[in-house]
């Protein structure tokens, strides 16, 4: 079963950083690009970053030079280090993973983590 758990999150104050993790299991990690989505109250859910299997990345233009999405095949987790953060930034964050097969094309989602940005 696939499963993804995210982790890391909490209360920063604008400035601050916090890293996000999101452990995978289920699937054959290494074969997946997988997603940061956030969703703030209010708001639909939004893509943060993504990352390819090869580790291409790309990000919403308002978290460039500010987020980094890294993975690490070997402990099957995705990560997301938060930088400079802000007010808006607060949202309930999502891992994601888009997977395709022969029989089933699927969107799989954690539970996510709240994050709040506040002084």
């Known amino acids: 079963q696939v499963q993804l758990l995210e982790s890391g999150g909490g209360l920063v104050q604008p400035g601050g950083s916090l890293r996000l993790s999101c452990a995978a299991s289920g699937f054959t990690f290494s074969s997946y690009g997988l997603s940061w989505y956030r969703q703030a109250p209010g708001k639909e859910r939004e893509l943060v970053a993504h990352i390819t299997s090869t580790g291409g990345t790309n990000y919403a233009d308002s978290m460039k030079g500010r987020f980094t999405i890294a993975r690490d095949n070997a402990k099957s987790t995705v990560y997301l280090q938060m930088d400079s953060l802000k007010p808006e930034d607060t949202a309930v964050y999502y891992c994601?993973?888009?997977?395709?097969?022969?029989?089933?094309?699927?969107?799989?989602w954690g539970q996510g983590t709240q994050v709040t940005v506040s002084s």
């Open positions: 994601n993973v888009y997977i395709t097969t022969s029989f089933r094309n699927s969107y799989y």
